[in-house]
């Protein structure tokens, strides 16, 4: 059975400037939390001037504290007299990386070590809520061929990922086997991971670098207008993994991994949504044809092994523990799609992608 929380204790969430992030701590804060929040830097309003506005309207709800994952201590005073720990902060990149090492694998493993010690330091904590991702249960998608019935799930670990071959996978692989590891040397507080698919939905902020925007705006831009590649992507949308990511941090059910899933599609599918809604922007109406891809494919930055392992299998995703473990049920593809374009619109990024 897992530890009973105290919904008045406060809740310390990582990185609150984040794409993912910033939804969970807006979700708390409407149900009513006392919220934590580290950021990396506080004199750079820029990035989280959407956090500042949402704790103008929860007055005295929301605290902000300066945390960088690769300083020892950083997140001490940030986690104190918290019960509940949200761990989302990590690099999300893929695509322009020049170190693997220096700019994925170093800021997540070595974030998980330190926001861990911290909570070893700090007596109030009895949950953690680690935001993993869907690569750690997966390395490439031609993996699949391999599992029960062509689908993954929580007993699937990604054992093919290297700082040389989908950094990014490996990055979230090891900060989460590191995060299970240390949990299993205590007992004070329990262990809750998320395992998110490819995330879309509205952001809260009109920053574009996080991996999930850039996908989405270089779609209704332009970028893929000659096809996309074929094979079914995972899809979930933001507001329903912060929202398991509450569920996790309160429910006593929450132990273990979590796939957070919603739908499997592919980009034309999406393209598709978009099309239904905003049919005059410069959408892709076809596949990339395989040979094509894997001429055009390195000149855009992906490797032979990436192309040969990954494009045009599909990838499926056993998504029950989620629904009957923290009781989620996930909104329709649709909508998700929809609501980050107009987003993304509202917002004045469409065109400069
Ligand atoms: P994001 O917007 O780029 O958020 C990444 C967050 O990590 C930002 O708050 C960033 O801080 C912080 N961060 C990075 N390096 C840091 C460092 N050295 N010190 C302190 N903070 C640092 O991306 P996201 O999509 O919200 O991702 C959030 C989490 O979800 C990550 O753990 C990611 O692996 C996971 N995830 C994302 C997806 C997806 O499709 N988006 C899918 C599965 C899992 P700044 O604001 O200062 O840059």
Not at 145 to 151: A, D, R, Y
Not at 211 to 224: E, K
């Amino acid at each position: 059975m897992m530890k009973e929380i105290d919904k008045n204790k406060a809740v310390l969430v990582t990185g609150g400037s984040g794409y993912l992030a910033s939804w969970i701590v807006k979700l708390l804060l409407e149900a009513g939390c006392q919220v934590h929040t580290t950021v990396r830097n506080q004199a750079d309003p820029q990035k989280y001037g959407h956090l500042l506005r949402l704790a103008e309207q929860y007055p005295g709800k929301l605290c902000f504290f300066e945390a960088n994952l690769l300083d020892e201590g950083a997140f001490d005073s940030a986690m104190s007299g918290c019960e509940v720990v949200i761990h989302t902060a990590s690099p999300f990149k893929i695509a322009g990386i020049k170190d693997p090492q220096k700019e994925l694998v170093e800021p997540a493993l070595t974030g998980v070590r330190n926001v861990f010690a911290s909570v070893g330091r700090c007596e109030t904590v009895k949950r953690v809520v680690l935001t993993s991702s869907i690569v750690a249960v997966y390395g490439d998608a031609v993996e699949r061929v391999q599992t029960e019935k062509g689908i993954f799930n929580e007993g699937h670990w990604n054992a093919t990922s290297s700082v040389a071959h989908q950094p990014y996978s490996y990055s979230k692989t090891v900060a989460e086997k590191e995060a299970w590891q240390i949990a299993a040397e205590q007992s004070r507080w329990d262990l809750a991971v998320i395992n998110p698919g490819l995330i879309l939905g509205p952001s809260l902020s009109s920053r574009t670098d996080s991996t999930s925007i850039s996908l989405m705006r270089q779609l209704a831009s332009g970028r893929f207008r000659m096809g996309v590649p074929a094979g079914k992507q995972a899809f979930v949308d933001v507001r329903d993994v912060a929202q398991a990511h509450l569920l996790a941090a309160f429910s006593p059910r929450a132990g273990g991994r979590h796939i957070a899933v919603a739908h499997h599609q592919d980009f034309l599918d999406v393209a598709q949504v978009i099309k239904t809604a905003y049919p005059q922007l410069p959408l892709p109406s076809g596949y990339l044809p395989g040979w094509l891809f894997r001429l055009v494919g390195p000149l855009l930055g992906y490797s032979r092994k990436f192309i040969r392992r990954n494009i045009g299998y599909d990838l499926l995703f056993d998504n029950s523990r989620i629904r009957q473990n923290l009781g989620i049920s996930f909104r329709p593809f649709n909508e998700t799609v929809l609501n980050h374009i107009a987003q993304l619109k509202n917002d004045g990024l469409l065109k400069r992608a």
